[in-house]
């Protein structure tokens, strides 16, 4: 298992490249609305996608992750009013099914976003389902009289993936309210109804078989059954898992369950690849406290846990994603601790994802649509494919440097990210290998680890502080393979400079 020496200013070419997904691969998250616009109405579009894979390709991922692509009313288009159609603002089936052909060319899978928990309001079967109790599609959906919920209408507590706090809707009689765990304009489906998870698994079927997708994003995967039935969650997960292998025994499963790792655990037994958002969130918290501590132990927590639930897992790490304020922001737009998050994310063990337009060191703040502006390739003169679709607030030509001028620029934030895609693509510990607590009696900025396989056993030593910090150079691993910001050896010690990291090999 060869390792090679890459600095953050040099561009050597790797020995040998590997796809590791979906197990350790990398995936790029794409908001289709604000990535690329072909046909100048400002909005993103398919063929837009299409246009930008070898950039994707490029810069070293091994999947593609759309957000919802099917019709709804909203621009983020999680609320459904048809499962087997394309929104017409992003293209046609035709325009999709051409993607899929050009990025499997390219050895690129496609995931695309699958929202099951809840319809639009304005879906077909909601719009039968009001129409009153004796309509076949009421029970498509959560129907209860006010005089039973009267106590929980305004009840709901405030979770982690919701802000909401009204569950229980009134369609406009007062009398009956149906429940949506989002808001009213995403009524939940009822799956203790055995027709409802027909028409899902249906759903899945066709853009498995028909259209020939690689796999699912599952929105709001702990919300298919309320909290207090985990178990039911559970167990509709394996058996919608179990008919989706039965197309294809490849089918690749992502979910999204927002919560601890307790909670989040027992959901892998039908959702093989869940997020890690306690990644995200003590990625930020030990960059920004400088405390170097605090991802190991949480990361190394989590992946024995998920481990005593099944060795089938995929731990799906982000540093930011489409809900989440963008990673520079949360980082204070200090340019140092940002290069050094995406060297952390990529020496972890898991299967990282990237969040479009952190590769250029994109900015947002809440609300969602300001951490999902449109992605800037080009000087505005110059940019054609630039969406328009919303006026940018927060990533602009005045706070983000246009990619085309990036690419020029062998220290940009976007040269930075492909090293280091390139360095774990190409050294198999980094990519597969196990995660090893360090024992060295290091000081609290220093984040140190081992990525263990085989005979390949590599430590990782990240100073996650604003100060220097000289460490006694550790045993038998006397031979960088990567470096970040000021490194330096005299024989006996290893001096590490503001928020530098070294990758060494013994």
Not at 370 to 380: G, L, V, Y
Request: glycine share 6%.
């Amino acid at each position: 298992m060869g390792v090679i020496l890459l600095t953050s200013c040099e561009t050597p070419i790797p020995p040998k490249v590997e796809n590791y997904w979906p197990k350790a691969g990398i995936t790029y998250e794409i908001f289709v609305q604000s990535f690329y616009d072909t046909n100048g109405d400002g909005i993103g579009d398919l063929n837009g996608v299409t246009q930008k894979l070898d950039y994707v390709s490029d810069l070293g991922a091994n999947a593609i992750w759309l957000m919802p692509i099917m019709p709804s009313p909203s621009y983020h288009k999680y609320d459904v009013t048809d499962y087997k159609a394309i929104h017409p603002d992003y293209g046609t089936l035709e325009d999709f099914k051409n993607l899929l052909e050009e990025a499997h060319k390219r050895d690129l899978k496609v995931v695309i976003d699958l929202i099951i928990n809840h319809t639009s309001s304005e879906h077909p079967w909601f719009l039968e389902s009001k129409k009153g109790r004796d309509n076949p599609y009421r029970d498509y959906y959560v129907w209860a009289q006010k005089d039973t919920i009267a106590d929980f209408i305004e009840k709901k507590k405030v979770t982690l993936d919701s802000d909401n706090i009204r569950q229980w809707h009134d369609p406009g009689d007062g009398e009956d309210f149906y429940y949506g765990f989002f808001y009213g304009g995403m009524p939940d489906l009822n799956f203790d109804n055995e027709q409802v998870r027909k028409e899902i698994f249906e759903i899945g079927k066709f853009w498995l078989e028909e259209i020939g997708v690689d796999g699912f994003r599952l929105d709001a995967a702990k919300h298919i059954y309320p909290d207090e039935r985990a178990k039911d969650n559970h167990e509709f997960w394996k058996e919608f898992r179990s008919e989706m292998v039965k197309i294809n025994p490849d089918l690749y499963l992502v979910g999204e369950v927002y919560d601890q790792k307790e909670v989040v655990a027992p959901f892998l037994l039908g959702l093989p690849a869940l997020f890690n958002f306690d990644f995200h969130y003590t990625l930020i918290e030990s960059l920004n406290k400088e405390d170097g501590k605090l991802l190991v132990d949480k990361e190394k927590s989590v992946l024995d846990y998920y481990e005593s639930i099944t060795s089938d897992f995929i731990d799906a790490t982000i540093s930011s994603n489409h809900d989440q304020p963008r990673l520079l922001n949360e980082l204070k737009s200090d340019q140092a601790k940002y290069k050094q998050a995406i060297a952390i994310l990529m020496s972890m063990p898991g299967a990282p994802y990237l969040y479009y337009g952190e590769e250029i060191g994109m900015l947002g703040l809440k609300p969602d649509e300001h951490i999902r502006e449109p992605f800037i390739w080009d000087r505005i003169e110059n940019d054609t494919g630039r969406t328009t679709w919303i006026k940018p607030i927060y990533s602009t030509d005045s706070t983000v440097t246009p990619l085309a001028i990036q690419i020029k620029d062998e220290s940009s934030y976007f040269h930075h990210y492909k090293k280091l895609i390139h360095l774990r693509n190409s050294t198999p510990a980094l990519a597969i290998g196990s995660l090893e607590k360090s024992t060295e009696n290091y000081p609290k900025s220093i984040m140190a680890f081992n990525r263990v396989l085989g005979d390949q056993n590599l430590m990782v030593i990240h100073n996650v502080g604003n100060k220097p910090v000289q460490l006694p150079i550790p045993k038998d691993f006397q031979t960088p393979i990567y470096e970040l910001g000021s490194v330096k050896w005299n024989g006996k010690e290893l001096s590490l400079g503001k928020n530098a990291s070294v990758v060494l090999s013994k």
